[in-house]
């Protein structure tokens, strides 16, 4: 019997479309791409309008046969491949592969953002056909990325080392490490004081409250920058009389996020849950190809995952206000449906942002059908939907002035340095001013179901309550609490915050974020450890070489440009082979001088250990895998031993040393230098000071905190760090 072929990419798609569509139509998985460039050779003639060289790749011809053969006895084909660039690339890419005759057998493509009934039904029946505009802005940037990554490799491997290679977007989120890590090389603390005063009303002592020194009386900012200054003042605030002069308390709504896209899902998963972008998308991939859910059989959770729009659909949008109402109450239900219709500045093809295709499926309803992963993150996405829906959360936020005055001694400017004369030199000073705030929360909102980001619960808002006070109150001095604080340096990059800079900057795409993170890391650019980006020796030395001779390939508004041109292509505002006439003839002679100009990287560096074998010098050496000890008298003597980063650490276990090792997923742990004698291995970092409480290993834990493997004891790393400055050693 001729039947319709359906054709998509990966066979959990196939099963939850066959459950919607029924026998009358065949589905078949192409597993991916069916055709890309050769591996062997760079494939794209240059010379000829940059002509592409597909081929089927091996691993797919079998697929290709099969469905050629599936096409040839369709009464009709429907290419359902993913609603963006790359699934259109694809779709374009299997009329090809498959060697369709279309006036014999008619080919229709198939749109659809979620896999459920009535948006497959839909599609079905409104068939489109190929978007050329997108597949040509998908293939200018295969052929880009191709070109640079090709030439740029054989310089890389002549001047470096053999296997280096370098890619067109990758090179600028690696540029983007290696600056914040020289930034923070760079940087010098300044010190400055944070001075708190202990006060109360006159009532009582048990309604006390801190509150902050911001000022001097006359209005002119405070800034205190060394213990001295910091003394004199907390002199002058010891005898000071306090009060109110200024109380003002407001009502403050605090709005719900909108519902994620692929950026801001990445960035949530990382904060909230851990995972890495390339396991949010596994994951996020997994829920919308559809998971099967008992009797009803397979069904897609969410919509399309890879999006640059917060725009919801009307009736997703009436779905969710009417679960609002029955299920919290009218009184979390703002007026009218909220508004996030306004896209990245970047953004491409209009989509919906990440949702779930049924409202009323909630986490609890479908806990038993998913695993750890796939519930934890529909719950993140599902909650996210829900509360960009809820009315604001409401705030009563107090603000109290006070005033310290001070008959008997005012500051003189010339006991202070220059710095501090400008504000504490004037006569008029009659006193400092302090300032206390409180944040009282009357009504939840849609922090009754999601607040956004971890990161940002931590840094939390002052919900504390301060006493009724009233101007004129005189207040009780109760202590006064001084604090030497330093400024701190720009933060390493984790997951969340690159891919932000990545947005933010116009660097890459959706679909391009998790790849990007993978390659990197993979290539041995950058490491991750603590959840924070570093970047490797090999990084540093290939950023070094592109940012000297190839300025344009990582400067980050230039590879901005690059993503708008491939946007205009999209749109058919561009032409693909234009774009790449431009881009071309630069680059070329970029690398035709790079070639005379790049001086050889010697990447040897001699140990101080021996060969074991033969006694000559054992050297240190990059490979694949990261350092490795060679044997200098290769290749008469080939021995080679692991390369061993000791951190000054004991061994809890066996008194041994105890070194920074790398597994074969890239990730950083520490081990024994004795293993496999001993199997001790921690994640996290050990520090050389033992705990406090009770004198075993501490390891660094999150933010600025150190824990104790035994007694689970937290301790902050600067009183470390203070009490080894007492005893005269570095942490």
Not at 552 to 569: C, N, P, W, Y
């Amino acid at each position: 019997m001729v039947s319709k072929l359906v054709i998509v990419e990966s066979p959990a798609k196939a099963r939850t479309l066959s459950k919607i569509l029924g026998r009358s139509y065949s589905i078949k998985a192409s597993l991916g791409h069916v055709r890309d460039l050769p591996k062997a050779n760079l494939g794209v003639d240059v010379d000829k309008d940059f002509t592409p060289n597909y081929v089927i790749p091996a691993q797919r011809r079998k697929v290709v046969g099969e469905l050629k053969k599936a096409a040839s006895k369709a009464s009709s084909i429907y290419l359902a491949t993913d609603p963006d660039r790359e699934g259109e690339a694809i779709s374009w890419h299997l009329v090809q592969a498959t060697e369709v005759d279309k006036d014999e057998i008619p080919v229709h493509r198939v749109v659809f953002h979620e896999i459920t009934k009535e948006a497959v039904q839909e599609a079905f029946q409104s068939p489109l056909s190929i978007e050329m505009n997108l597949v040509n802005a998908q293939q200018a940037r295969r052929i880009l990325d191709r070109l640079v990554g090709y030439k740029l490799s054989p310089l890389l491997w002549k001047k470096v080392q053999r296997g280096l290679s370098a890619g067109r977007v990758q090179s600028v989120a690696v540029r983007m490490i290696v600056d914040r890590e020289q930034e923070i090389q760079d940087f010098i603390p300044q010190e400055y004081w944070i001075i708190e005063v202990e006060l109360a009303p006159p009532e009582g002592r048990e309604a006390s409250f801190k509150a902050r020194l911001v000022a001097l009386a006359a209005g002119t900012k405070l800034d205190i920058g060394n213990k001295d200054e910091a003394d004199r003042v907390v002199a002058d605030l010891d005898k000071a009389e306090y009060a109110v002069t200024a109380v003002q308390t407001k009502r403050v709504a605090r709005q719900p996020a909108p519902p994620f896209i692929t950026s801001t899902l990445q960035q949530e998963a990382w904060r909230k849950l851990h995972f890495t972008a390339r396991r949010t998308m596994s994951v996020a991939q997994q829920l919308y190809e559809g998971l099967p859910l008992g009797k009803k059989g397979s069904v897609g959770l969410i919509t399309y995952m890879r999006t640059d729009s917060t725009h919801v659909a009307a009736s997703a949008l009436s779905e969710v206000r009417e679960f609002i109402g029955e299920k919290y109450g009218a009184k979390f239900l703002p007026p009218k449906p909220r508004s996030f219709a306004r896209k990245a500045k970047w953004a491409q093809e209009a989509h919906e942002a990440i949702r779930p295709t049924k409202i009323h499926r909630e986490p609890e309803q479908i806990r038993p059908f998913l695993n750890s992963e796939q519930l934890r993150l529909y719950e993140l996405i599902w909650k996210r939907m829900v509360a960009s829906q809820m009315a604001a959360a409401l705030y009563d936020t107090t603000n109290v002035e006070i005033q310290a005055t001070n008959a008997s001694h005012q500051p003189e400017a010339n006991r202070l340095s220059k710095n501090s004369q400008s504000f504490l030199g004037e006569k008029q000073s009659q006193g400092y001013l302090l300032k206390a705030t409180s944040s009282i929360i009357k009504f939840p909102g849609f922090m009754t179901v999601y607040s956004e980001s971890k990161d940002e619960d931590e840094r939390g808002e002052n919900l504390v309550s301060l006493p009724k006070l009233i101007v004129g109150d005189r207040l009780a001095y109760l202590g006064i609490f001084p604090e030497q604080c330093f400024t701190q340096p720009p933060p390493r990059y984790t997951e969340a915050t690159l891919i932000k800079a990545l947005e933010q900057n116009g660097i890459g795409r959706p679909s391009t974020y998790a790849p990007i993170l993978s390659t990197i890391q993979g290539r041995d650019y950058v490491n991750k450890a603590e959840g924070k980006f570093y970047p490797g020796e090999l990084g540093i030395i290939v950023n070094k070489i592109l940012t000297e001779h190839f300025p344009r390939i990582v400067d980050l508004g230039f590879t901005a440009q690059m993503e708008e041109q491939l946007d205009k292509i999209a749109q058919g505002k561009s032409e693909w082979i234009a774009a790449l006439k431009v881009f071309y003839p630069p680059f070329e002679d970029m690398l035709q001088k790079a070639w005379m100009n790049v001086e050889k990287v010697n990447m040897t560096q001699v140990s101080e250990e021996t060969c074991p074998n033969c006694g000559c010098p054992m050297v240190i050496r990059v490979g694949r895998f990261g350092k490795f000890l060679a044997c200098s008298g290769y290749p008469k003597c080939k021995t080679t031993k692991p390369y061993l980063v000791k951190i000054g650490v004991l061994c809890p276990q066996c008194g041994g040393e105890l070194v920074k090792k790398i597994n074969k997923k890239k990730k950083v742990f520490y081990g024994c230098s004795k293993f496999p004698q001993c199997q001790f291995a921690i994640n996290r970092r050990p520090l050389a000071q033992p705990c406090p409480g009770c004198g075993k290993l501490l390891v660094q834990d999150r933010g600025d905190w150190a824990k104790c493997t035994v007694c689970q004891r937290k301790v902050r790393l600067s009183e470390l760090e203070l009490e080894k400055e007492k005893e005269g050693v570095a942490l």
